[in-house]
């Protein structure tokens, strides 16, 4: 085909009904232009599907997910509550996204002046990825930083 031919076609193919138009031109019998034309629609259908899907959330215990914590920064602890002698826990509910990586953080329960700098701290760990079924999902869970003045 030349390179003329070639341009027609291409333009063709950007039309409606061009690529059974196209096969034909180019001598493809009917029942093979059918099945043609079936393939390329059911392969656009799966990749349209594929796109639109959202990945699965699993929940999963703060203690397992724990165990597949790849980066874990510490949090800075408080001026104020260190002054004011505040100790405890925060506790959060968090989201950790298909590549490990933490997306979304709430306040479960926790002293206000250690709130801030746990979340920090918590949206900085990153996760290896959690696999259910060979396939990277995203995980529910919660997590807790403990604050301590004690050496």
Same mark, same amino acid.
């Given at each position: 085909?030349?390179?003329? *031919?070639?341009?027609?076609?291409?333009?063709?193919?950007?039309?409606? $009904? /061009?690529? &059974?138009?196209?096969?034909?031109?180019?001598?493809? &019998? &009917?029942?093979?232009?059918?099945? %043609? %034309?079936?393939?390329?629609?059911?392969?656009?259908?799966?990749?349209? /599907?594929? /796109?639109?899907?959202? =990945?699965?959330?699993?929940?999963?215990? $703060?203690?397992?997910?724990?165990?597949?914590?790849?980066?874990? @920064?510490? =949090?800075? !602890? &408080?001026?104020?509550?260190?002054? +004011?002698?505040?100790? $405890?826990?925060?506790?959060?509910?968090?989201?950790?996204?298909?590549?490990? +990586?933490?997306? +979304?953080?709430?306040?479960? *329960? $926790?002293? *206000?002046?250690? @709130?801030?700098?746990?979340?920090?701290?918590?949206?900085?760990?990153? !996760? +290896?990825? !959690?696999?259910?079924?060979?396939?990277?999902?995203?995980?529910?869970?919660? %997590?807790?930083?403990? !604050?301590?003045?004690? =050496?």
């Amino acid at each position: 085909m030349g390179r003329k *031919s070639t341009e027609s076609s291409l333009r063709i193919v950007g039309q409606s $009904g /061009a690529l &059974p138009s196209l096969l034909s031109r180019l001598n493809f &019998p &009917p029942t093979l232009t059918f099945l %043609c %034309c079936s393939m390329l629609f059911l392969a656009l259908a799966i990749s349209l /599907a594929r /796109a639109d899907e959202k =990945p699965s959330v699993v929940t999963v215990s $703060g203690k397992i997910i724990s165990q597949t914590l790849s980066k874990k @920064v510490a =949090p800075v !602890y &408080p001026t104020e509550a260190r002054r +004011k002698g505040i100790q $405890g826990t925060v506790r959060l509910h968090i989201l950790i996204g298909t590549d490990g +990586k933490v997306r +979304k953080v709430e306040v479960v *329960s $926790g002293d *206000s002046h250690l @709130v801030r700098s746990a979340i920090e701290a918590v949206k900085q760990w990153e !996760y +290896k990825p !959690y696999l259910q079924d060979a396939k990277a999902v995203e995980v529910d869970t919660v %997590c807790e930083v403990s !604050y301590s003045l004690l =050496p």
